[in-house]
């Protein structure tokens, strides 16, 4: 039975980080891409970074470039998100997700992936 479950979320003040955790169970990822979204309260799920498997390609929400890393510790099967600079807009539940295979483009669609966390709740307070 495959398991993701995140950690690190917390109330934290405008401007400060958080290092959001995931760590998977069940099954190994370290070929496949896995991902991570959030939902604010009364918006849709957004797409909020990707990491591919082998060679850790990136991609990311404009509204976090620069401010959100994704990586990943294969050997640990376990992903990654470092929020720097956090606004009171990043207030949200994050999801990690982890797909069967590998993609980076289908990245930001949440249909592509086959397995979810129960999510972290994230509050930044301006």
């Known amino acids: 039975q495959v398991q993701l479950v995140e950690s690190g979320g917390g109330w934290v003040q405008a401007g400060e980080s958080l290092r959001l955790s995931c760590a998977a169970s069940?099954?190994?990822?370290?070929?496949?891409?896995m991902g991570w979204f959030r939902q604010a309260p009364g918006k849709v799920r957004e797409f909020v970074a990707v990491i591919t498997g082998s060679a850790g390609r990136t991609l990311y929400a404009e509204s976090v470039k620069g401010r959100f890393t994704i990586s990943r510790a294969n050997a640990k099967n376990t992903v990654y998100l470092q929020m720097n600079s956090l606004k009171s807009e990043d207030t949200a539940v994050y999801y990690c997700?982890?797909?069967?295979?590998?993609?980076?483009?289908?990245?930001?669609?949440?249909?592509?992936?086959?397995?979810w966390g129960q999510g972290t709740q994230v509050t930044v307070s301006s």
């Open positions: 069940g099954r190994t990822f370290s070929a496949s891409t």
């Open positions: 997700a982890a797909a069967k295979i590998e993609f980076l483009y289908s990245g930001f669609r949440p249909n592509a992936y086959d397995y």
